[in-house]
């Protein structure tokens, strides 16, 4: 329909321009975030919030990068979430192959279990695991912290690629293990490629979620200089506890990596988000 | 050959679930034995011998538990209410060709690549009692240049200011599960039912709902599930107070365990937090098994 004969009717406008109304109050947090981020924390407090700034700045971004810690905390994210994202596609893709491709005692308990355990409201876990990792010496250090992404992410990832591996037409695997290609040559050689798509959503989807993860980093790790950037802003909060202005402006720059993703890869994104729901 | 053959499911597993059971499996089991215990989080746990249950009988005196667990239930009951109203109006509004429909989707769920933390950190600004955007619209409204609302800090608001933050992120969520679940709404029943007379509700109530009821029990029980995860919006913008009246149960345990150091006690709100999700997790499950026992 072109736009002209869509505002034909007034009651498709008046609908659309509801859309819009909620749409802008919807992005207000956005906004007000921006707009906070480049003005003075002074000119906020002698004119209020809503005023035309007197002066414009880029130095709360600068103090969140340099005196705030982003620079440290920001790439200890990345530290952080590309080990534990390319440890869980890689594992769960092998145990989404044998509970795909295989039928052996076990194999639909062991996919529940997956299931059940990405349910879980992962609080549960807290202590136990605090324990583990210190027992293995591995409390406040990163390793520890990808182990257990690595681990617990297996869940959700095994039970969405096992579902997606199971609608690969089941003669191209029987033609290459005719012509006497091992199993472990038909997982990496036939099934990831055909997996791709799957994969790629998914590591879109978790990606965001090891990235924006709060409670394990401030769980797992003490030493501030081994922090993520979440557990980082709730240090940077602490610290410049008056100054909003520069607490809003680390917030914006711990959002800059998602938000790329989002950007580039937003398809992925949604893709992985229905996917994960729609069995 | 065939011996082989057996094995090989084995040898894929065999990584991924070792690990999946010591770090997940197991640590689930192990709660249950340090909810018996007495922790400070430094030396051993050291089961209760006098009396093993002393951390739940002292759980079910304590007022904070039962705040936390009330919390919970008005975060489940705004949960699977408002964003799932708000996401389904949203998915049927935009499942259609209108103007700048991409626009509108894009803006409905870019909350959700925030981390909470961040959400939690913007939405605290907003709620500023001074500088705050809302305390200054409300302002300029009500012409009222003394009017200062506690959003956080007033014990009877600030558990919904919090609630607001997680709708907000939510509904696009929501949003984006019925719009995929509309995909598979054959076109041609919609026509059918126009041309046997059905209006634009009866359309809505009689046809369009009841192929998405398979939609609405997963974005419920996900809801559900989510609410009893809280933990980062509470952690961030109020730490659970004032005085506890924000607190819920994830942050109430953390509290206990990385604060108080009384991890044994933690351990049993964990369990409680467990038991809770167990049913939902339950039906989830039920649910699955049904579609797979179709195969």
């Known amino acids: 329909m072109t736009t002209r004969k869509f505002f034909s009717s007034p009651w498709r406008a008046l609908g659309f321009f509801l859309l819009l109304l909620v749409t802008m109050i919807w992005l207000l947090p956005f906004l007000t975030a921006l707009l906070t981020s480049v003005r003075t924390n002074n000119d906020i407090l002698t004119q209020g919030f809503i005023a035309i700034p007197k002066e414009w700045t880029l130095g709360n971004f600068r103090t969140a990068w340099e005196r705030g810690g982003l620079s440290n905390y920001l790439p200890n994210s990345f530290y952080i979430t590309i080990p534990a994202l390319m440890g869980t596609l890689l594992l769960s893709s092998l145990s989404a192959y044998a509970l795909a491709r295989f039928r052996f005692a076990g194999n639909r308990l062991i996919f529940f279990l997956y299931v059940g355990g990405t349910m879980l409201p992962f609080q549960v876990l807290m202590l136990p695991v605090f324990r583990l990792t210190d027992a293995l010496g591995l409390y406040d250090t990163h390793l520890g912290i990808i182990l257990f992404h690595t681990a617990f992410q297996l869940g959700f990832c095994t039970f969405l690629l096992r579902n997606y591996m199971r609608t690969v037409p089941g003669e191209i695997l029987e033609a290459a293990r005719i012509d006497g290609c091992g199993e472990f040559r038909i997982w990496w050689q036939i099934m990831m490629p055909l997996t791709l798509p799957a994969v790629a959503a998914l590591a879109t989807l978790e990606f965001t979620w090891i990235f924006n993860d709060y409670l394990w980093s401030i769980v797992l790790l003490r030493t501030d200089a081994l922090k993520p950037v979440t557990a980082g802003l709730a240090t940077l909060q602490g610290q410049w506890i008056m100054d909003w202005t520069v607490i809003v402006a680390g917030a914006l720059l711990a959002t800059v990596p998602t938000i790329i993703v989002f950007i580039f890869l937003q398809r992925y994104f949604i893709e992985g988000l229905t996917l994960g729901a729609s069995k | ?295």
């Open chain 2, 1 to 295: 050959m065939l011996a082989k053959k057996k094995i090989v499911p084995y040898l894929f597993l065999i990584i991924p679930l070792v690990l999946y059971l010591i770090w997940v499996i197991g640590p689930m089991g192990y709660t249950f034995y340090l909810s018996l215990t007495k922790w400070d989080g430094l030396s051993k746990p050291e089961l209760i011998q006098s009396n093993p249950f002393r951390n739940y009988e002292r759980l079910f005196r304590d007022p904070v538990f039962f705040t936390s667990l009330k919390n919970n239930l008005k975060w489940i009951l705004s949960f699977i209410t408002i964003p799932v109203v708000l996401g389904l109006g949203l998915a049927i509004a935009l499942n259609r060709s209108i103007p700048w429909a991409k626009f509108f989707k894009a803006s409905f769920y870019s909350p959700l690549v925030l981390s909470l933390v961040v959400c939690g950190l913007i939405w605290s600004w907003m709620y500023h009692p001074a500088g705050g955007l809302i305390n200054s619209v409300l302002r300029r409204i009500t012409g009222n240049p003394e009017l200062s609302i506690g959003w956080l800090s007033d014990e009877k608001l600030v558990m919904w200011s919090i609630i607001i933050v997680a709708i907000w992120r939510q509904a696009g969520y929501v949003m984006v599960l019925y719009l995929a679940g509309l995909q598979g709404v054959d076109p041609q029943l919609l026509d059918a039912s126009k041309v046997d007379g059905c209006n634009g509700w009866n359309t809505f109530r009689h046809v369009i709902l009841p192929l998405l009821a398979p939609v609405t029990v997963i974005v419920v029980v996900i809801s559900i599930i989510d609410s009893l995860r809280a933990f980062d919006l509470v952690s961030v913008m109020t730490r659970g107070g004032p005085f506890n009246s924000s607190s819920v149960l994830a942050n109430f345990m953390y509290i206990e365990a990385f604060n108080n150091y009384k991890m044994g006690y933690a351990a049993a709100i964990s369990v409680i937090l467990f038991a809770i999700s167990a049913v939902f997790i339950f039906i989830y499950l039920w649910n699955i098994m049904k579609d797979e026992m179709e195969y």
